[in-house]
């Protein structure tokens, strides 16, 4: 298995659906982050967990949700969502939030949105 | 506010050659530089972390080097291969969890 995995690999939802998605991550891992990459711009930090408690939301909107139910799993909700809400959706896990604490990375979900 | 920047934003040689890849950050007061490695369609793979207090961290044909007071690092690879063609991203560490990201060069090598 590899260290982080990312479900599903696509998703194409309209902006009226509501859709979940998971990150589990098997190196036992203290933190759990989601980022946002879109086209031709830096990645974008949305959320990061620290023994399941939010301690980082970095000015996301409402419409994204995340659930960080144990130190493995990591979920983010996603309802009415926008056009410019298609991205890659990378999850990422680290020992613990130290600055010394490499980020390991999962393959993404690649989020269309009609 | 610190802001990465990486030129070119792609670069395309052939196979064999030695080349340079470029990655500037406005703010010095850093932790680390790390690179990363993102082929298409998929996650970031980290390749070399080079601490505040470092020149350079070296892994096989890989070199990355770090001027902290010009706010400027490379990543040297040696005898380039078609399988190092991919977009590499460097990110500065400013805080405990908090990555600055550039936007990537994306290298193709040609057989």
């Given at each position: 298995e590899t260290?982080?995995?990312?479900?599903?690999?696509h998703l194409v939802m309209g902006m009226?659906?509501?859709?979940?998605?998971?990150?589990?991550?098997?190196?036992?891992?203290?933190?759990?982050?989601?980022?946002?990459q879109s086209a031709k711009k830096p990645l974008e930090l949305m959320f990061v967990y620290s023994l399941e408690e939010r301690v980082e939301n970095n000015s996301v909107p409402s419409r994204f949700s995340p659930e960080c139910p144990n130190s493995s799993h990591l979920f983010l909700h996603l309802h009415t969502l926008q056009p410019e809400d298609s991205a890659l959706y990378l999850c990422a896990s680290s020992q613990d939030t130290y600055y010394n604490s490499p980020l390991h990375f999962g393959n993404g979900t690649r989020l269309t949105v009609t | 506010k610190q802001e990465v920047t990486q030129i070119p934003a792609a670069l395309s040689v052939p196979e064999g050659e030695n080349l340079v890849l470029n990655c500037s950050f406005t703010d010095s007061a850093i932790y680390n530089l790390q690179w990363f490695r993102q082929d298409p369609?998929?996650?970031?793979?980290?390749?070399?972390?080079?601490?505040?207090?470092?020149?350079?961290?070296?892994?096989?044909?890989?070199?990355?080097?770090?001027?902290?007071?010009?706010?400027?690092?490379?990543?040297?690879?040696?005898?380039?291969?078609?399988?190092?063609?991919?977009?590499y991203l460097c990110a500065v560490r400013q805080s405990n969890y908090q990555l600055i990201w550039g936007a990537g060069t994306k290298l193709i090598i040609k057989p």
């Open positions: 260290g982080v995995t990312q479900t599903p690999r009226t659906n509501k859709k979940s998605l998971k990150c589990e991550q098997h190196l036992g891992h203290n933190a759990m982050y989601w980022y946002k | 369609g998929k996650g970031l793979t980290s390749l070399l972390l080079i601490q505040s207090s470092q020149r350079e961290q070296t892994s096989g044909r890989l070199n990355a080097s770090l001027d902290k007071s010009s706010g400027r690092s490379t990543l040297y690879i040696a005898a380039s291969q078609p399988g190092d063609s991919a977009t």
